[in-house]
């Protein structure tokens, strides 16, 4: 069992970065991969990057690449997700998400075991 809370959500202006982090309980979230998802108002989740168990691979939506960076630390059981030059289309309710397997491509919804309760992060003009 791997039970999830992402926090660092907030309001920000349109430009400015932003730091999620996933807490994770549990000793075998070492051996789980982690992605980042997220879903505005009125459309379907999205996946935004993944990595993998050791952190060693990661894999990201074309809509975040270049601006956004997962990173983990299993020490720290803890997986980051760091925002930079947000954008208002950003604005939506973030979400981590666990599954026990080695890749961090895996990019639907349904390859995940244990989800956290979302953060809201808003982006203003």
């Known amino acids: 069992q791997v039970q999830l809370v992402e926090s660092g959500g907030g309001l920000v202006q349109a430009g400015d970065s932003l730091r999620l982090s996933c807490a994770a309980s549990g000793h075998a979230f070492a051996s789980h991969s982690v992605a980042w998802f997220r879903q505005a108002p009125g459309k379907e989740r999205e996946f935004l990057a993944g990595i993998s168990w050791s952190g060693g691979s990661t894999h990201y939506a074309d809509s975040v690449k270049g601006r956004f960076t997962i990173s983990r630390s299993n020490f720290k059981n803890t997986v980051y997700l760091q925002m930079n030059s947000l954008k208002l289309e950003d604005t939506a309710v973030y979400y981590c998400?666990?599954?026990?397997?080695?890749?961090?491509?895996?990019?639907?919804?349904?390859?995940?075991?244990?989800w956290g309760q979302g953060t809201q992060v808003t982006v203003s003009s």
């Open positions: 998400a666990a599954g026990h397997f080695y890749t961090g491509r895996k990019t639907e919804e349904h390859d995940y075991d244990y």
